[in-house]
Every structure is written in C-alpha cells, then in structure tokens.
C-alpha cells in the first residue's frame, strides 16, 4: 500500500495550490479518502474528505470552505486538493488518507505547504 503526496510548495497569500495523492496497492476506489493537515505545535486535522460513493460526497472543515476542493479520478487512482485563496495559517504539512472500515486505515508522507511572502 501506498500514498504519495505530491504539490506542495512556497506559495504568497491568496495564491493557490493543487495537491495530488497517487494510490496503489488497494481497491482505489472503494476507499474513503481525505486530506488532513499538520502545523508545527499543533495536532493533525481534518481539512477535506469524499466519499467512495459514485456521487462523491463532499465534507470540508469550516475554515477550508470556498477555497479548498477535493476530487478524485477513480481511472488514475489519484485524489486532488484545489487550494485557493491561501492564507499563511494554512501552512502545515498536508497528509493523504485512504480508509476503510475499521481496520483499512493508510497514511502518506506528507507535503509542506508553506504560504508567505
């Protein structure tokens, strides 16, 4: 199993970023998938998720609403994280996540995101 961020970088305020999460190893499309976000000090938290479902439903965490988007392409294996409109408090390290059930829970290495000028 295996996620790979990738994406991320040193971007000013208001910029934007795209972050994409390639999968292998497991049933791509049958996981729930998200994003979570880590800053220095600070615990990990959830910024965006979709489901597996054919309509992939959408969750954002409030401060990401009307900036972030989350996609997934089931053909490439591959979730996305639009962001837009990116303030300094969004740096933090962006982690991707596949779940399943209970007990299918993966993890990537993460990508920083720095936003400054």
């Known amino acids: 199993v295996q996620l790979v961020e990738s994406g991320g970088g040193l971007v000013q305020p208001g910029g934007s970023l795209r972050l994409s999460c390639v999968a292998s190893?497991?049933?791509?499309?049958?996981?729930?998938m998200s994003w979570y976000r880590q800053a220095p000090g600070k615990e990990r938290e959830l910024v965006a998720a979709?489901?597996?479902?054919?309509?992939?439903?959408?969750h954002y965490a409030d401060s990401m609403k009307g900036r972030f988007t989350i996609s997934r392409d089931n053909a490439k294996n591959t979730v996305y994280l639009q962001m837009n409109s990116l303030k300094p408090e969004d740096t933090a390290v962006y982690y991707c996540?596949?779940?399943?059930?209970?007990?299918?829970?993966?993890w990537g290495q993460g990508t920083q995101v720095t936003v400054s000028s």
């Open positions: 996540n596949a779940r399943y059930g209970t007990r299918n829970n993966y």
């Open positions: 190893g497991f049933t791509f499309s049958a996981y729930y």
């Open positions: 979709i489901s597996s479902t054919a309509a992939g439903s959408t």
